[in-house]
């Protein structure tokens, strides 16, 4: 501790960051200095997470949904994010490879962790993203997706599944890969100017 290597990122995590995101080397070691200012003890806690998303979203309750996304982040479910897991997040969350980023959808839903999806998961989900569209906005949405219900609806019969159902993984995967119009109903699309706030505080 205290030595000169404790401000700079061990060149193993830099490599395995480097190859499983699409950032660079200068963006991930300025990343570092930022998230080691804002959280010296080298972890951001959930209450920081929700902070921050609180900051994007000034009209609207992200709470939920944040909440939700720092679990399915929480890897090692220590009740923290390391500087891996929220590199990990960032790039998800704002890009990634389509495989990968409806995996980490799948664990958004799976909201018990239990390796399928109900339809109340659904329903908390997509609640939590409806607390974060300003109300404005909701009234344009299309008639049959308008409400969580609705759109909770929406996904529920385009999987086919009867009330009591589960929907697997591989189901999820396969189910949205093949159809670009679920793609929109299970996700959060962030609005332009939080991807350019996003850009603003990583320099």
Known sequence: MGNAKSSALSNKLL???KSNT???ETELCTWYQSFLKECPGGKISKQQF???YASFFPDADPTAYARHVFRSFDTNADGTLDFKEYIVALHLTSGGKTMQKLEWAFALYDVDGNGAISKNEIQEIV???FNMI????QKNLPEDE???EKRSEKIWEFFGKKENDKISEGEFIQGVMDNKDI???IQYDEPQKIK???KEKKH
């Open 15 to 17: 490599e395995e960051l």
């Open 22 to 24: 699409k950032y660079s």
């Open 50 to 52: 929700e902070g921050i």
């Open 127 to 129: 609640r939590s993203i």
């Open 134 to 137: 300003p109300a404005d906005d």
């Open 146 to 148: 308008n409400t969580p």
């Open 183 to 185: 793609l929109r109903l």
């Open 196 to 198: 350019d706030k996003l």
